[in-house]
Structures are given as C-alpha cells and as structure tokens.
C-alpha cells in the first residue's frame, strides 16, 4: 500500500518537473541564497514588482534543484479548499481531491503561491503549520493530517506596490518567510535580457529599455507601475514579427498601462523619442 502511495506520487510529480532549462539570467546573489534556503526548507518569499522575473526565477531554480513545481495565481475568490482540496461528487459518491498545496506537500514540490497578497487572510493561514517546524497540513474536513515530504518548500511572492491595509500580510504571516528583493534588472542586463527572449537586435532592446526608464519615474506621479521586464518582451516579440515599433510600443507599453489621455500622450512621446518613425 506505502509503495503504491509512493509510486502515485512519483508519476505525479513528473508531471511537474522542468524538463528543460528556463533562460534566467541570475542578477545577483539570489540564486546562492535560495540554495541555501531550499537546503534548510526555509520558505522565501520573493518582493518585487509585477513582471521582473519572479516566476521565471522559481522555474529556473525547481529545474536547478530538480524539484516539480506547482504555481498558484492567487486571487481573492480563492478559499482555503482551493489550496488544500476538496470532497467532490461523483457517480460512486464523494471523493476527496487534493488540492495544489496539498498535491506540493505530499510529492515533495516546490509549491509557489503567486501575489499572495491576493488571497483572503483566512485563506493564507492554512500555509502557516507548514512554514513553521511542524512542516504538517491538516486536512480538517477529511480528518487527515499530511506530513510534508522532505523536499516541499514554498514560496511566495509579493507586490510591495499594491499593498494597503485592507491587503497586506499579516506579521504572523510574514515573519515565517526568508525574503529577496526583486527589481527590474538594471538597464545592460534587461536589454540582453529582452534580446534573448525576443530575437530583435542589441539596437532596439536598448531602445525599449530606455523607454522603460523614462517611464519607471512617472510611478507615483499618475502611474501605479512603470513598464516591466515582461512588457518590454511583449514589445519586442511584436517588432521582432515585424510591427513598426511604434505601434508594437502602443501595443504592448502604452495602452496596457494607462487610460489616462495625457498620460498616454506622455508615455508616447517617450517612444516616439527613440523610435523615430
Ligand atoms: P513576475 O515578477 O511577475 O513573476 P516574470 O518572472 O513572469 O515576472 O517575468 C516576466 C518576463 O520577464 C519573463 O517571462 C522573462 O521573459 C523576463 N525576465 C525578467 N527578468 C528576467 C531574468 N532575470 N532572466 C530572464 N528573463 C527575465
């Protein structure tokens, strides 16, 4: 029967292996920290705005650490059951089915819960007896107790920017997490980045980058965010499928951003200064 368990487990957790290397491009000591992190089960939380290479950098290290990985976009429907499982009905009756965090826990996963914030606070607090040395998850309506494998850890990640006092996490919450600091990459490293993932040329990813800058500034002055790293890929995949950069720009770090007229006159002005067309 244990064996049986076990076999499930693993034909489960391929399921959610890396097969192949994600492109990260490591910008500092982040990689060595979460090493040693992962190597204590110390669950991290990564800050840091939206699209600057949170999610990218967890996939890179489940694949490093050769671990599965299992992500959860929060958001603010989602209960307590989302996470951990649920009785569902079925022609021979009911039948338990686990949840994300319970599947990461049992087979060992990395389990990364996304812009955590975004869940209820009574939904975070079903993560709290795994982050701490009981490393356990009861399912209360099942009336089970999981042990987590050795290898789980979770992570998760936050958006310092979005936070007010209705969506924050609470201290109890927060102070079971190692923390990294994420930003966007600075400005050479970005434009090889986005020149990486886009096939356009050392040229316009500068370009793209710049506008980027231009735009990071006015955050706080009529702009909740800048433009990100992700932004600026989907800018360059559309040049690189031959749009005029202009309109790719438009496209992809204006309209996105902003509904606000003068605004988006502002954020195109910046484009038209390194696209001329
Ligand atoms: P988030 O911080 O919201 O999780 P992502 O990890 O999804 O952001 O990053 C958005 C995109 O930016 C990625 O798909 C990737 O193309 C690019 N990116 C950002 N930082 C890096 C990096 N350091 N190395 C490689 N790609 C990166």
Not at 99 to 128: M, S
Not at 164 to 183: C, N, P, V, Y
Not at 253 to 258: A, G, H, S
């Amino acid at each position: 029967m244990l064996q049986q368990v076990e076999e499930m487990n693993t034909d489960v957790a391929e399921q959610y292996r890396i097969t192949q290397e994600p492109f990260y491009r490591v910008t500092g000591a982040e990689e060595a920290l979460y090493q040693a992190a992962y190597a204590r089960r110390m669950p991290v939380m990564l800050k840091g705005p939206t699209g600057c290479g949170k999610s990218r950098f967890v996939e890179y290290m489940a694949w490093k650490l050769q671990r599965p990985l299992i992500t959860v976009a929060c958001n603010e429907d989602m209960t307590a059951s989302d996470l951990v499982g649920r009785f569902l009905l079925d022609k021979d009756g009911t039948k338990w089915q686990d949840g994300p965090l319970t599947t990461a826990a049992r087979i060992g996963a990395i389990c990364y819960l996304d812009e955590v914030v975004e869940a209820r606070q009574d939904t975070t607090v079903v993560i709290h007896p795994l982050t701490d040395h009981r490393r356990a998850l009861p399912l209360d309506k099942k009336g089970e107790l999981i042990e987590a494998h050795p290898d789980f850890q979770l992570v998760i990640s936050y958006n310092p920017g979005y936070q007010s006092l209705m969506k924050d996490l609470k201290q109890s919450t927060k102070q079971r997490f190692g923390a990294l600091d994420f930003d966007y990459p600075e400005a050479d490293m970005e434009a090889e980045i986005v020149a990486r993932e886009t096939g356009v040329d050392a040229d316009v990813a500068q370009k793209l980058v710049q506008v980027a800058h231009r735009t990071r500034n006015l955050k706080g002055h009529g702009l909740d965010e800048g433009i990100s790293t992700r932004l600026l890929v989907y800018a360059g995949q559309m040049i690189a499928e031959g749009v005029d950069p202009q309109a790719a720009c438009l496209m992809t770090m204006v309209t996105p951003l902003t509904d606000d007229p003068d605004m988006r006159q502002t954020l195109q002005a910046a484009v038209e200064t390194f696209f001329v067309n």
